[in-house]
């Protein structure tokens, strides 16, 4: 049952990566633990101690890799704001901060009040920022504007899989926001709204194509998610708003164009919708039937309503579910692949790796989660990525044209891959997925699977 398949890439990883451009020329790394801010940063074995002193740095095609720790004004000396986007000679671009997962990297603000307004600014013309992975916390209240994340005359702004713990505000979306995506992020607690989608119109450019989808607002102490302004082309999919003491979703432009499908809101003291347009049919107000979202658990119950109910199609930088898995698959086996709405995709099948690394032969794993099953399938690996939905198969992320590898790799099983040890493969990124299918449950044609799609740097 345990098949293994092995490859080389010693041979073509070389010649594919000459003619690759570097998408991302620089690294850091920072390590709450055993770093030193005098240390170079740009080494996992010479880590930065704060994120503040990365962010200072990474200003154009650069990733910040954040261990595990807690980063706080005390453990390893924050100064807030971060600006990223502002105060430059060259404006910050194409630039990733990427935590290690919110249960295990935390960010503290340890009750200080930020110099200028806001923890962390994405401003000033900024594009091409993604920030994921991390929890943050114990934000001053002296202001109410004290936003943990605050975006205005931003592009492409990615903002997942983060948790938002008793913010005063966890975050601001103003003018001239445009191609934002905040995704699979969990928001609880905290005394004022937890998203403020602020559209304002006269900003110059204008906000457009902002995608707020499959977050989940709960318990939040005020409104979940507040609109004001009207400027057009925002999409709301897939989010719930459960049990928070203002309203579920509040606001918004009388007409359109805002798209707001497939959200849920249920159990908030003031009422789950109030919009001024004509709330479609799409949006539920039923119990999500989580796990148990009071001890941290946001998994659905088998049952629930938003299985498979959530907007059908690709969403922007769409990558992975709040626990790592793939974001749109077909749930229920019923032929036609949808997302879930909240942070949870059911999802039966992961894909995971060891030993990855320059010189190292790295180990893939893929697991279905029922280990009575089992799937026939393929692995991809590829050197671009893709946001791709096939409406059987679900989300597809690694760009067909830059497939360099594609065995048989059922599920489960496991596949050898040897890396070269190459010092201009560094860096580069590698995105690998694997798709798993098998008989339908109800009978009758094939059910797709695939896993996440994982994006790993070459060191
Ligand atoms: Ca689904
Ligand atoms: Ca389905």
């Known amino acids: ?31 709450a633990t055993k770093g030193s801010d005098t240390n170079p940063g740009t080494s996992p074995a010479k880590p930065f101690k704060s994120i503040t002193k990365a962010v200072g740095l990474a200003r154009l095609n650069a990733v910040v890799h954040v261990m595990p720790g807690v980063y706080s004004p005390t453990t390893t000396k924050e100064k807030w704001a971060w600006r990223i986007g502002t105060g430059a000679s060259t404006p910050y671009k194409n630039v990733k901060i990427l935590g290690a997962g919110p249960s ?76 934002v995506s905040v995704h699979h992020n969990v928001f609880t607690k905290g005394p004022y709204p937890a998203l403020r989608l602020r559209l304002n119109d006269t900003s110059s450019p204008k906000p457009k194509n902002d995608y707020i989808y ?55 003291t003031n009422g789950n919708f109030k919009v001024p347009f004509k709330l479609s049919k799409t949006n539920l107000s039923v119990d999500p039937m989580l796990v148990a979202p009071a001890k941290g658990d946001y998994h659905l119950k088998p049952g629930s309503p938003c299985i498979d109910a959530g907007h059908v199609g690709a969403l922007p930088f769409m990558g992975a579910d709040f626990y790592g898995d793939c974001p749109l698959t077909d749930s229920d086996e019923n032929g036609i692949a949808a997302a879930e709405i909240g942070v949870h995709e059911v999802n039966f099948n992961h894909l995971s790796v060891t ?44 760009d067909p044209t830059s497939i360099l590898v594609m065995p048989p790799l059922p599920a489960p099983g496991k596949f050898q891959l040897a890396l070269p040890q190459n010092p201009l493969l560094k860096g580069l990124p590698i995105y690998v997925q694997a798709l798993n299918f098998g008989p339908r449950q109800g009978g009758g044609g094939y059910a797709f699977k695939p896993t996440a799609r994982l994006t790993l740097y070459l060191f």
């Open 214 to 268: 499959n977050n989940l607002f709960y318990a939040v102490g005020h409104n979940a998610v507040e609109i004001t302004g009207k400027s057009g082309a925002q999409h709301l999919y897939n989010n719930i708003a459960l049990n928070c003491s203002g309203y579920g979703f509040l606001g918004g432009p009388a007409k359109l164009p805002i798209a707001f499908e497939n959200n849920l809101a249920f159990g908030n």
């Open 104 to 179: 295990k990297c935390v960010i503290d603000f340890g009750n200080t009040p930020p110099t200028g307004g806001y923890y962390i600014m994405v401003w000033h013309f900024a594009s091409k920022i993604e920030i994921a992975g991390f929890t943050f916390k114990n934000s001053n209240r002296k202001k109410w504007y004290y936003f943990t994340i605050n975006m205005e005359h931003c592009k492409e702004v990615n903002v997942h899989d983060c948790v938002f713990v008793d913010q005063t505000g966890a975050m601001a979306i103003w003018g001239g926001a445009q191609d």
């Open 355 to 398: 030993n990855w690394g320059l010189g190292k032969t790295a180990v893939f794993t893929n697991t279905p989660y029922n280990a009575s099953k089992s799937y026939p399938g393929f692995f991809f690996l590829g050197f671009r990525s893709f946001n791709a939905s096939h409406p059987q198969v679900g989300f597809f992320g690694v």
């Open 1 to 31: 049952m345990h098949l293994v398949k092995k490859a080389l890439l010693s041979l073509a990883l070389p010649f594919l990566a000459a003619a690759l451009p570097a998408q991302y020329l620089t690294h850091y790394w920072v390590d």
